[in-house]
């Protein structure tokens, strides 16, 4: 019912910045939450951030004072503001949609790689 696509995954300095994107499609109106999940082989996957349409924020506590994340509901978009990156930032981020008012389903992109370098 939903489609994500994300984009802005990119190689990195350690201490770069970067800010990934994420257009929604389909049953938009349906979607409270719009976020960010991540994992990497060997690694434990991550809600690293969630934004409600009203504007409620979730951090995991990995990302608290570094990333922030920014909704535009008229354009169906989420952006998250990557500062200060780490290594262990390295992962794929997908983008990820909660439908809280039709269907009660989560919604998942494909990813997009953020590779930080020390």
């Known amino acids: 019912h939903v489609q994500l696509v994300e984009s802005g995954g990119d190689l990195v300095q350690v201490g770069g910045s970067l800010r990934l994107s994420c257009v929604a499609s389909?049953?938009?109106?349906?979607?409270?939450?719009m976020g960010w999940y991540r994992q990497a082989p060997g690694k434990e996957g991550e809600l690293v951030a969630r934004i409600r349409d009203g504007g409620r924020i979730e951090y995991a506590d990995s990302v608290k004072g570094r990333f922030t994340i920014s909704r535009d509901n008229a354009k169906n978009m989420v952006y998250l503001q990557m500062n200060s990156l780490k290594p262990d930032d390295t992962d794929t981020y997908y983008c990820y949609a909660k439908d809280d008012y039709c269907y009660g389903v989560d919604y998942w992109g494909k990813g997009t790689l953020v590779t930080v370098s020390s």
């Open positions: 389909g049953n938009t109106v349906c979607i409270t939450y």
